[in-house]
C-alpha cells in the first residue's frame, strides 16, 4: 500500500468552541485557513523572471537535442501500433482558469472518452508503445512547445482536462487556489507519487494541499529540487521496465 504524505502547515487556530465539528467543515476550514495564508505570500522578486528564463532554457535545450531526433522514433512507433494522429491535442485549464492546448504524445486507441475518462493502469484503450511512453513521461515531452509559448511552466500544478475542473471546483473546497499560478510539466504533488488516476477524492485533496504548499514555498530552489526528483523518478522507472522485461 501507498505510503501517505502528510504536510506540517502552522496555522492559526479560532476558539475551539467556534471549530467546526464535522470532517467536511474542517476541510473546508483547513483550506480557508490556507487560502489566507496564501494570499500573504509572495516569491522573491526576481523569482517570475529567472523562472521564465529556466523555462524557455530547458525546453528549448531539450527540444534541440533530443526531440530533434526522438520525436521521429516515437512517431514512427505509434504509427505502427494504432491508427489515428501521431499528437494528442487536449482543452486544459491554464493560468486564471484560461483554456489552451496542451500537447501530448497519442497513447490512447482513438476513442470518444479521451476527454472525460481518466486513464487508468490496466486501461485497454492504451497502445502497446503508449505504455512505455506513459511509464517513461515521454508522452508528455510535446509540453515543452507548451512552455515555449507561456502557456505552462515546467513546474507547477497539473493543468487538468475542462471536464475535471469543473467537477472537482464544485466539489472541493477552494480548489480554484491552483489556477492562480501557471500550470506545470511536473509539480510537488508528482514528486510525492500523486500521480496518474485518482481513484478516490481524498487523494485530489491531496494533491491540491501540495499544490498549495508549492504556491506558499515557490522559490527557485524549490523548482530545481522538484525537476531533479523527477527525472531521477522517470529513470528508475524506466530501468525497472526494461530490467522486467528482459528478466522475462
Known amino acids: 500500500m501507498k505510503e501517505q504524505s502528510t504536510i506540517n502547515i502552522t496555522l492559526e487556530r479560532t476558539p475551539a468552541q467556534v471549530l467546526p465539528q464535522t470532517n467536511i467543515a474542517n ?26 528564463i529556466m523555462d524557455v532554457t530547458i525546453s528549448a535545450i531539450f527540444i534541440i537535442t ?17 491508427k489515428g494522429p501521431v499528437f494528442f491535442v487536449q482543452k ?42 506513459r511509464i517513461t513521461h515521454l508522452d508528455e515531452t510535446p509540453q515543452f512547445f507548451n512552455v515555449i509559448l507561456g502557456e505552462m511552466s515546467v513546474v507547477g500544478p497539473r493543468p487538468h482536462m475542462l471536464y475535471h475542473t469543473r467537477y472537482y471546483s464544485e466539489v472541493i473546497p477552494y480548489y480554484n487556489l491552483r489556477l492562480e499560478v501557471q500550470p506545470g510539466m511536473t509539480g510537488m504533488a508528482q514528486i510525492k507519487d500523486y500521480i496518474g488516476e485518482i481513484s478516490v477524492e481524498r487523494e485530489l485533496r491531496k494533491r491540491i494541499q501540495w499544490d498549495v504548499y508549492y504556491m506558499k514555498n515557490r522559490s527557485i530552489g524549490l523548482d530545481i529540487k522538484i525537476l531533479f526528483t523527477t527525472f531521477a523518478s522517470v529513470f528508475q522507472k524506466a530501468y525497472q521496465m526494461i530490467s522486467n522485461k528482459g528478466a522475462k
Open 27 to 52: 476541510i473546508r476550514y483547513m483550506f480557508m485557513e490556507m487560502h489566507e495564508q496564501y494570499l500573504d505570500h509572495q516569491p522573491a522578486s526576481y523569482y517570475y523572471t529567472v523562472k521564465r
Open 66 to 82: 533530443v526531440m530533434f531526433w526522438l520525436t521521429p522514433i516515437i512517431a514512427l512507433l505509434i504509427k505502427l501500433t494504432s
Open 92 to 133: 486544459r485549464t491554464g493560468y486564471m482558469g484560461v483554456e489552451f492546448n496542451c500537447f501530448k504524445f497519442r497513447t490512447m486507441y482513438v476513442n470518444d472518452e479521451a476527454d472525460i475518462k481518466q486513464v487508468g493502469i490496466n486501461d485497454k484503450r492504451i497502445t502497446a508503445i503508449g505504455k512505455f511512453l
